[in-house]
T-cell receptor
């Protein structure tokens, strides 16, 4: 079975400060990990994914995520937050060896305060 | 993503009514998915289809059915709607050339309210 947890329902950060949105996962094999963002009244948009290789993955809009196998984590980061980054963020996982579908986390609402 | 369209965008219906939500895509992807989103629960998979003849139940398929009319069209039906099916429904597609690491592309969603 595969699962993903986003331990924070809400993250607030001041504009210009670094931001982190946390994600931990559980799979029996190797993971494929994804981050998606949802703006109000819109569908989900792909930000980045980890398949294999470099543990630091760079994605759209200046976001990056670090894969940590020992801590089974894939936290989303950005060095300097913008007000326009305010949105709902979802982490998702698929077991690379066996699963046909993604499992999504419950989402984290990021608010960047001006 | 304009390449994945959903109709209707909003729908209010009554308990017991049959409802169909439609999804069309111009991305040329073989794989299509239906999810529902509920506050605090994230997205949960209802059904997925890897090609026209390959349709599979997801995590929460009870009370739903699907039809894959063509590569580009995937419809979700609620045979007899009930209030706890009130949710935001998303269609998504992906390209099988990505294997299990394929990226999914989402439509804008359909907000369904069952009274």
């Amino acid at each position: 079975a595969q699962s993903v947890a986003q331990p924070e329902d809400q993250v607030n950060v001041a504009e210009g400060n670094p931001l982190t949105v946390k994600c931990t996962y559980s799979v029996s094999g190797n993971p494929y990990l994804f981050w998606y963002v949802q703006y109000p009244n819109r569908g989900l948009q792909f930000l980045l994914k980890y398949i294999t290789g470099d543990n630091l993955v760079k994605g759209s809009y200046g976001f990056e995520a670090e894969f940590n196998k020992s801590q089974t984590s894939f936290h989303l980061k950005k060095p300097s937050a913008l007000v326009s980054d305010s949105a709902l963020y979802f982490c998702a996982v698929r077991d690379a060896g066996s699963a046909r579908q993604l499992t999504f986390g419950s989402g984290t609402q990021l608010t960047v305060l001006p | 993503d304009a390449d994945v369209t959903q109709t209707p965008r909003n729908r209010i219906t009554k308990t017991g009514k049959r409802i169909m939500l439609e999804c069309s895509q111009t991305k040329g992807h073989d794989r299509m998915y239906w999810y529902r989103q509920d506050p605090g629960l994230g997205l949960r998979l209802i059904y997925y289809s890897f090609d026209v003849k390959d349709i599979n139940k997801g995590e929460i398929s009870d009370g739903y059915s699907v039809s894959r009319q063509a590569q580009a069209k995937f419809s979700l039906s609620l045979e007899s709607a009930i209030p706890n099916q009130t949710a935001l429904y998303f269609c998504a597609t992906s390209d099988p050339s990505g294997g299990r690491s394929d990226t999914q592309y989402f439509g804008p969603g359909t907000r369904l309210t069952v009274l």
